[in-house]
C-alpha cells in the first residue's frame, strides 16, 4: 500500500518538526519520518533573539501556538520542559595555557530580558520531542525508527521506507543534517568544503559542573557566569558550557560542554579517546580545570571530523535542503537554530504558492538557495575571523563587536516586523524580510552594512597572513565599526575595547529612537511600530 501526502520531511528534529507543524497547520498534508526516536540528544542548545523572535512571528503568522510557547524560558516550563535553563547572558573568559586566568581578561554581553523573560538553554531531548507532538497533533502522519531506503523522483516523489511501508510526495523537505539523504543522492556536498573555518568538536553532557563564579574571583561583570552560555576562549579554540541547572525551577543536573578545536593547530590525535583529550586539555589551563573537578560525564564523549560541511546547491525540482542539511559552520555564537529558522520564514510562504501554482520547479525556490548559501557564507567569516581573534584578547574584544553588531541588526529587523504584524496584521510586512539586495547577510536591507563586514573581515585575514598586527587592527576596527552608517550610535562601537555588551532594554530604547530618527532609510521601516506593543506582545506569548 502506498500513502500519499503533498509533503514529507525528513528528519524530525528541531527543524522539521517545525516545518512539518506549520505546513499541517495550514492543511497541507504532511509527513515526517525519522531513523531515530524521541526524546534524542541533540546539539544547538542556546538561544539568542533572532531565534526567539522568529519563533513567535512564525507562531503569530501561521498560528501555531507551540513554537511561542518554546520562545521564552517561562513558556518552556510551562508546557514543554522542566530541564531546561536560562540565559542571560552571553560571557567569555579569555585564558593562556599553563598559566592562571587574569580576571580582567573577559567580556560579557547582558542578553534584553524584558518582558519576555530571559533567553533559554534548551534540553533539545524535551524540545525537539514537544515541537514533533505538535507536529503530529496538527495533523502530520509521522514515522519513527524507520530509514530511508530509497527516494526517487518523477511526477511525484517516491518514498521508500526500510520498514517496507511506501510513500508519494509532490515535494520533500531534506531536515536530516549532516547525513543529508538528498545530499548524497544528489552528490550536492562540496569536497573539500569551501568555508574558511576549519574546527572540529569533543562534547558530552556533564554533572558535577561547579558555577565558574565560585571557582573564579568576579571581574565586576553585570550578571553571573553561570546565568548565561559560558564561552572559554583560547589561542586555537573554545570551550562551550550550557548549564540546564542555573535556576530554581529547573529539574536537571546536566551541563552541556564541548571544546571547538582549530584542525590545523590542534590535529586529532592519534589513539587518543575523546575523554583523554579532554583531561590533557584541562591540565594546560588550571581555571577550567577548577570548574570541573569532579564532574562526570553524563553520556559518552563524542569526537567529530571537521565540523564544517557545505553544499553545491540546496534546491532542486520537488526537493530542498534546509539551513542544517545545506551547510554547518561551528556551535560559536549559537547561530544555528536562527540559520534554521530564517529558511523556515522564507520557505514557508513560497511553498504554499508554489503547492497553489502546482509548480514546484526548482527555479520556484531560488531565493532559498541564495538565502541558505549566503547565510552559511557570513556566518563563516564571522566565526573565521573568530578564531582568528582568539590569539590575542584585545583584537578578540574589537573583533567580538562585529558580532555585537550583527546581532543586533539581525534582532531589529525581525522584532520590528513582528511588531508591525501584531499591530496591523497585515502579511505584506513578511515581504520586507526579503526585499533587501544583500538577502542572507546580517542586514540584508544596507549593502553598506555588508561592505562594512567584509572590510572588518578583510582586517582579519591580514592578521591571520601576518601582514596587520592585532594591534594595527583593532585601530582599523574601531574606525570601521565605529563609523559606519549602519552602526547603531547608542551601541557606541567606537569603543572597541569596552569589556561589557549592554543589551538591556534601555539600550534598545535608545536603538529605537535612532532607528526612527538618524538611522539609515532602509531601516526606517523596522522601527515604525509603537514600543506600547511590546508588552502586549510578551503577554500574548507568555499566555499561548
Known amino acids: 500500500m502506498t500513502t500519499h501526502v503533498e509533503v514529507m520531511v525528513l528528519g524530525s528534529g528541531i527543524g522539521g518538526s517545525t516545518v512539518a507543524a506549520i505546513l499541517a497547520r495550514q492543511g497541507v498534508s504532511v509527513g515526517i519520518v525519522d531513523a531515530a526516536r524521541h526524546p534524542r540528544f541533540a546539539l544547538g542548545e542556546s538561544t539568542i533573539g533572532e531565534t526567539s523572535f522568529l519563533l513567535r512571528l512564525l507562531a503569530a503568522r501561521w498560528d501555531v501556538p ?270 544555528g537554530m536562527a540559520n534554521t529558522m530564517a529558511v523556515i520564514e522564507a520557505f514557508v510562504p513560497r511553498f504554499l504558492d508554489a503547492r497553489r501554482d502546482g509548480d514546484y520547479s526548482a527555479a520556484r525556490f531560488a531565493y532559498i538557495d541564495t538565502l541558505n548559501q549566503n547565510i552559511l557564507e557570513n556566518n563563516d567569516k564571522l566565526i573565521a575571523g573568530s578564531y582568528i581573534a582568539f590569539r590575542d584578547f584585545d583584537l578578540w574584544r574589537a573583533w567580538s563587536k562585529m558580532w555585537y553588531l550583527a546581532w543586533n541588526l539581525g534582532v531589529i529587523r525581525i522584532a520590528g516586523t513582528y511588531y508591525r504584524y501584531l499591530e496591523t496584521g497585515d502579511d505584506a510586512l513578511f515581504d520586507r524580510l526579503h526585499a533587501g539586495p544583500v538577502p542572507g547577510s546580517f542586514a540584508p536591507d544596507l549593502p553598506v552594512a555588508q561592505a562594512q563586514f567584509e572590510a572588518c573581515y578583510a582586517l582579519m585575514e591580514r592578521v591571520k597572513q601576518g601582514t596587520l598586527t592585532p594591534e594595527e587592527a583593532v585601530t582599523q576596527l574601531a574606525y570601521l565599526l565605529g563609523d559606519g552608517e549602519a552602526s547603531p550610535s547608542p551601541l557606541n562601537l567606537h569603543d572597541v575595547l569596552r569589556r561589557w555588551h549592554d543589551g538591556s532594554m534601555e539600550t534598545q530604547r535608545l536603538i529605537y529612537q535612532w532607528g526612527r530618527t538618524a538611522g539609515p532609510a532602509a531601516l526606517r521601516q523596522f522601527f515604525e511600530y509603537d514600543r506600547a506593543t511590546i508588552p502586549i506582545a510578551a503577554e500574548k506569548v507568555l499566555t499561548a
Not at 590535529?267 to 594546560?284: Q, Y
Request: charged share 25%; hydrophobic share 35%; glycine share 8%.
Open 66 to 335: 507551540e513554537l511561542a510557547q518554546v520562545s521564552t524560558s517561562a513558556g518552556i516550563r510551562d508546557h514543554a520542559s522542566h530541564r531546561c535553563g536560562i540565559k542571560t547572558n552571553f560571557g567569555f573568559v579569555y585564558h593562556r595555557p599553563d598559566i592562571d586566568h587574569d580576571p580582567y581578561e573577559v567580556t560579557q554581553c547582558s542578553v534584553s530580558e524584558g518582558p519576555f523573560g530571559p533567553e533559554s538553554h534548551l534540553m533539545r531531548a524535551d524540545i525537539d520531542k514537544y515541537l514533533f507532538e505538535a507536529s503530529v497533533r496538527h495533523g502530520a502522519v509521522a514515522r519513527e525508527g524507520v530509514r530511508i531506503a530509497d527516494v526517487s523522483f518523477g511526477d511525484v516523489v517516491s518514498i521508500a521506507l526500510d520498514n517496507g511501508e511506501m510513500f508519494t510526495a509532490d515535494y520533500v523537505i531534506d531536515a536530516t543534517g549532516r547525513t543529508s539523504v538528498l545530499a548524497d543522492k544528489f552528490g550536492l556536498r562540496d569536497e573539500p568544503c569551501r568555508f574558511r573555518t576549519d574546527s572540529r568538536t569533543i562534547f558530552t553532557h556533564m554533572r558535577g559542573v561547579k558555577p565558574y563564579d565560585a571557582v573564579e574571583e568576579s571581574s565586576g561583570q553585570p550578571n553571573l557566569w553561570h546565568e548565561g552560555t559560558l564561552h572559554h576562549l583560547f589561542d586555537g579554540g573554545w570551550l562551550w558550557v550550557i548549564p540546564f541547572d542555573n535556576h530554581d525551577a529547573s529539574e536537571s543536573d546536566l551541563v552541556s560542554v564541548g571544546l571547538s578545536l582549530d584542525t590545523k593547530r590542534f590535529p586529532k590525535p592519534d589513539g587518543a579517546t575523546p575523554e583523554e583529550e579532554w583531561n590533557a586539555f584541562l591540565s594546560r589551563y588550571p581555571a577550567i580545570a577548577r570548574q570541573f573537578e569532579g564532574a562526570t560525564s553524563a553520556f559518552r564523549w563524542i569526537s567529530t571530523g571537521r565540523t564544517q560541511f557545505s553544499s553545491s546547491r540546496t534546491v532542486g525540482d520537488r526537493w530542498v535542503l534546509m539551513s542544517h542539511a545545506a551547510g554547518a559552520i561551528d556551535a560559536l555564537f549559537s547561530r
